[in-house]
């Protein structure tokens, strides 16, 4: 079945046929627990009710109309994705449909906001070592991995990665009359759940706060609540104590609880760099993914909900930090990395191959992090039993 496929994954073997709550099965009836919610994207579970039930409704109504027109459904998205994020500084939104086309989106806006104000010359965009904001030729460019940068060249100009952490760099970094802005994740995802001090965080918005560049957050992965915040970067403070803002913030993952959907959020600086004609997408904000997005923006955004997710997550890193076999371990809420001595994808495939419904065995789904680094992700409607029963699997895989 696989010939079909162009070779850029090296997919398990296993074929879901069905999912419920925080599990999956596959077409053998095999039953595997989620701990990666298909990369930080089914925060509800599998087959949530609310969201079925929206996008069910939604798609005997209508699918899509493009974006000549309004579509109400796709306008009340907007208008809580907003509401949800103003407390971080954000005035409006555009709709994409992927991380990588909402981190392009990003970089577009600070490219412009400089040229307008500055003129030619300060276009770069700093981002971080062990960073991913994406796949496409631009965002490969952001992304500062070595391991994405061969046989795509050349690629987007402007771009330069330094190390997290390094205030002094990053200081000499931000050269105001050459940077535009400077993208980041609060917590690195791809590389290992990667955190950023609050120092180096701190420094970072004050000093793009004193040269004008744009502070960007990349949150496709942290966001969406799965730290306590609805945005990771919510947690850090600046100089006052006071929580930062941010001139963009990109979204994409989860945003629609397993529709495809993206946004690109725009602050008080930004919010009117676009002109009509300067962006577009064909399906951005489409009406099933917004109906789905409105049930995981009203549900994943109170204050019980968000810290049901720091608790789950404290109960799973202390039980990682019991583990002899586990090194080091790393994260905040439902986003936890943990470093071991073989190799992730080793641990990932067994966690596969032990589904035996026979011997009563179940399956266990986790993400690779690095070689040797197993990251686990997930849904945030997880109950405390499964995280049990998923650490007991993980502990006997080890
Ligand atoms: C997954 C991810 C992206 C890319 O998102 P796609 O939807 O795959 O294009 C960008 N940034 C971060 C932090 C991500 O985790």
């Known amino acids: 079945m696989n010939n079909v496929f162009m070779n850029t994954y090296n997919r398990l073997p296993v074929t879901f046929a069905k999912g419920e709550g925080s599990w999956l099965y596959d077409i053998n009836g095999k039953k595997y627990l989620d701990f990666g919610s298909g990369i930080a994207v089914?925060?509800?579970?599998?087959?949530?009710?609310?969201?079925?039930?929206?996008?069910?409704?939604?798609?005997?109504?209508?699918?899509?109309?493009c974006n000549y027109y309004n579509s109400d459904v796709s306008a009340a998205f907007a208008e809580k994705l907003v509401q949800v994020t103003a407390p971080a500084g954000i005035?409006?939104?555009f709709f994409s449909n992927s991380g990588a086309e909402a981190n392009e989106g990003a970089c577009k806006i600070a490219r412009k906001y400089s040229l307008l104000k500055y003129g030619e010359g300060r276009h770069t965009i700093v981002t971080l070592k062990g960073s991913f904001h994406g796949r496409t030729i631009t965002t490969l460019a952001a992304t500062g991995q070595d391991k994405?940068?061969?046989?795509?060249?050349?690629?987007?100009?402007?771009?330069?990665?330094?190390?997290?952490?390094?205030?002094?760099?990053?200081?000499?970094?931000?050269?105001?009359?050459?940077?535009?802005?400077?993208?980041i994740e609060a917590i690195q995802g791809e590389s290992g759940i990667v955190p950023q001090s609050q120092e180096f965080i701190q420094a970072a918005a004050k000093l793009c706060a004193q040269r004008d560049i744009l502070l960007m957050f990349d949150e496709i992965q942290c966001g969406l609540g799965r730290t306590g915040s609805f945005l990771a970067f919510e947690q850090y403070k600046d100089e006052n104590g006071n929580p930062i803002k941010a001139d963009i913030v990109t979204l994409a993952k989860g945003l629609a609880g397993g529709v495809p959907a993206g946004a690109v959020l725009a602050g008080e600086k930004t919010k009117e760099v676009f002109k009509i004609g300067d962006h577009g997408s064909t399906f951005g904000g489409n009406p099933i993914a917004a109906a789905a997005g409105l049930v995981v923006l009203s549900t994943v955004n109170t204050p019980e909900f968000l810290k049901e997710n720091v608790r789950k997550g404290e109960k799973i890193i202390a039980a990682l930090k019991t583990n002899a076999k586990i090194k080091e371990v790393r994260g905040k809420g439902l986003m936890i990395g943990a470093d071991i001595e073989t190799e992730s994808w080793l641990l990932?495939?067994?966690?596969?191959?032990?589904?035996?419904?026979?011997?009563?065995?179940?399956?266990?789904?986790?993400l690779s992090g690095g070689i040797n680094t197993l990251r686990f992700l997930p849904p945030y409607t997880i109950l405390d039993n499964e995280i049990e029963q998923g650490l007991e699997i993980l502990n006997e895989l080890l």
């Open 42 to 65: 089914n925060l509800l579970g599998h087959n949530n009710p609310a969201l079925v039930k929206a996008v069910t409704e939604q798609a005997e109504k209508y699918f899509h109309v």
């Open 91 to 93: 005035k409006n939104v």
């Open 148 to 183: 994405f940068h061969k046989d795509f060249g050349p690629f987007t100009q402007g771009f330069e990665h330094i190390p997290g952490g390094n205030i002094e760099l990053l200081e000499k970094t931000l050269d105001e009359k050459k940077v535009a802005g400077l993208l």
């Open 348 to 366: 990932i495939e067994a966690g596969i191959k032990r589904a035996d419904p026979g011997k009563n065995l179940n399956g266990l789904l986790m």
